[in-house]
């Protein structure tokens, strides 16, 4: 069984969508640990779904080492993003996670990312389902 961390801040909602939809296709084959760069977050990605939960600094910095997969909005991997609850610890043990990331090219930031597409979230979602993403990480034909 593989582990998947997703990580969010603010109010959770987008890792709240991701959970959901994790679980539809994949709840046999993985456990989700919902880290929340708040207990908002959290909170909500729990109820969303995810097998277990925490919050904060730590939370994160620990449970990146451990993660088969790590999936959130691109902000997880930039310091001070989020209105700065993404801490700059929080985004180096991101990047450095031997985990594979699975990014969301969602961002608040000043930042552009060029040649990405810019569809809602639902969409960059279901393509990032169907393109085997997942199912190359968890073994799942």
């Known amino acids: 069984m593989k582990t998947i961390v997703v990580i ?9 969508i991701i959970i959901k939809k994790l679980k539809e296709g994949y709840a046999e084959l993985i456990e ?10 959290t909170a909500n990605m729990l109820k ?3 097998n277990r939960g925490a919050s904060g600094q730590n939370a994160i910095v620990q449970t990146s080492q ?14 001070n993003a989020m209105l700065g609850e993404l801490t700059p610890g929080m985004a180096e043990a991101v990047a450095s996670s031997k985990a594979r990331k699975i990014l969301i090219p969602l ?6 990312l060029v040649g990405v597409s810019s569809d809602r979230l639902p969409k960059l979602i279901e393509t990032m389902l169907a393109e085997d993403l997942l199912e190359l990480a968890t073994g799942k034909e």
């Open 48 to 50: 969303a779904g995810a």
């Open 66 to 79: 451990h993660a088969d997969i790590i999936v959130g909005p691109i902000s997880i991997v930039i310091a």
């Open 107 to 112: 961002s608040q930031e000043n930042i552009a």
């Open 8 to 16: 969010d801040g603010q109010g959770g909602g987008i890792g709240s």
């Open 32 to 41: 989700i640990i919902a880290l929340g760069t708040n207990a908002v977050a």
